[in-house]
C-alpha cells in the first residue's frame, strides 16, 4: 500500500515536494523547541559562524540503531556527535565546516559557483555574494531552498569544460555508482584556477573502500553503508586516490589544520579535501 502511494504521488510529481515539506516542518519545530531548551547554555563556548550565536553546547546527533553498526565500528566521520546543530538556526557541523573554508581559503566573491543538493545555510550565505547554480539529480527536493535549482545527473553535466569556479558537492560521491565517472565530469566542468569541495562520509580504520555500486537494497545499505541510499563508505587515502584518478590534484586539509575552527563547532577529525585542475 505504502509504495503504491509512493508511486503515485512520484507519478503527480507530489513525491519530493510533499517529503521536502515534511521534513522542512520537522525541522522548524525542533528549531524551535532547541532554542527554549538551549537557552540555558547560551552567551559563551562555541559560536556559529552562521547566525553568530554562542552556545556552551549545540545540539548532539548520534546514529540510529539501525545504522550505528556501519557509523561505529567502521570509525565513520559522517557528522555525527556532541555538538551537530546549532539551537538557533539548525545549521549542521558539515556546513559550519564548510562556510569557515570558504571565507577562509576561497575567493569566492562573485565567482561562478556549482552548488550540488544545496545546503540551506550555505547556499542562502552565498546567493547573494556570488552566481550560484545549484543542481540536484532529484531537484524537487530542494525547491524550497532554490526555486530554480536544476536537473543534474553528476556523471553527465550539461555544461561546457571550464566554466565553474568553484565546485560544492558535499555528501553526492557516496550515492553514485560511477563515482570516478562524476568526479572527471566535476573536474572537466571546473576552471583551471578553480577549485572544489568535495566532502563524503569516510572510514578513518578501512584501507579499502567498501562498496556495492549497483546494490537497491535500502535495508542492506543502512547496515552495511549507514544509509539507504549510500553505496559505499570510502577509506580516506582510497578516496583522494580516486580525486587523482579523475584528473583532480588533491590538497587535504587535516583536522590539525582546522584547529582554528573548533570554535565553531565543527565535525570533530574530519579532514577537508580540496579539489584543483
Ligand atoms: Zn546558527
Known amino acids: 500500500m505504502k509504495e503504491q502511494l509512493i508511486i503515485c504521488l512520484k507519478f503527480l510529481r507530489l ?35 552562521f547566525c553568530g550565536s554562542t552556545y556552551e553546547k549545540f ?22 556527535g556532541e555538538n551537530v546543530y546549532c539551537p538557533n538556526c539548525m545549521c549542521k557541523n558539515r556546513d559550519r565546516l564548510i562556510l569557515a573554508i570558504i571565507q577562509t ?89 578553480g577549485v572544489a569541495i568535495l566532502q563524503v562520509p569516510y572510514s578513518k580504520k578501512f584501507e579499502t573502500t567498501i562498496e556495492e555500486p549497483f546494490i537497491k537494497d535500502p535495508a542492506r545499505q543502512e547496515l552495511l553503508f549507514g544509509q539507504k541510499d549510500h553505496v559505499r563508505i570510502y577509506a580516506f587515502e582510497d578516496y583522494t586516490k580516486r580525486l587523482e584518478m579523475a584528473g583532480f590534484k588533491v590538497k587535504v586539509l587535516a583536522p590539525e589544520s582546522l584547529r582554528q575552527f ?16
Open 262 to 277: 573548533e570554535k565553531n563547532a565543527i565535525q570533530e577529525g574530519e579532514s577537508v579535501v580540496l579539489c584543483y585542475k
Open 105 to 193: 581559503f576561497l575567493n569566492f566573491r562573485k565567482k561562478n559557483i556549482l552548488h550540488f543538493s544545496p545546503e540551506r545555510h550555505l547556499y542562502n550565505f552565498l546567493k547573494d555574494k556570488a552566481k550560484v547554480t545549484t543542481v540536484d539529480i532529484m531537484p524537487g527536493f530542494y525547491k524550497n531552498i532554490d526555486s530554480e535549482i536544476r536537473y543534474a545527473d553528476a556523471t553527465s553535466l550539461n555544461y561546457a569544460d571550464n566554466v565553474f569556479d568553484v565546485i560544492i558537492a558535499n555528501h553526492i560521491l557516496e550515492h553514485i555508482p560511477q563515482d570516478i565517472k562524476a568526479m572527471k565530469e566535476l573536474q572537466r566542468v571546473l576552471k583551471n584556477e
Open 15 to 49: 513525491y519530493h515536494p510533499l517529503q521536502s515539506f515534511y521534513r522542512q516542518t520537522l525541522l522548524f519545530l525542533l528549531n524551535n523547541y532547541y532554542r527554549i531548551a538551549f537557552l540555558k547554555y547560551k552567551g559563551k563556548g562555541y559560536t556559529c559562524n
Open 59 to 80: 545540539v548532539p546527533e548520534y546514529p540510529s540503531k539501525k545504522i550505528a553498526m556501519a557509523i561505529n565500528n567502521n570509525e565513520v566521520i559522517a557528522g555525527f
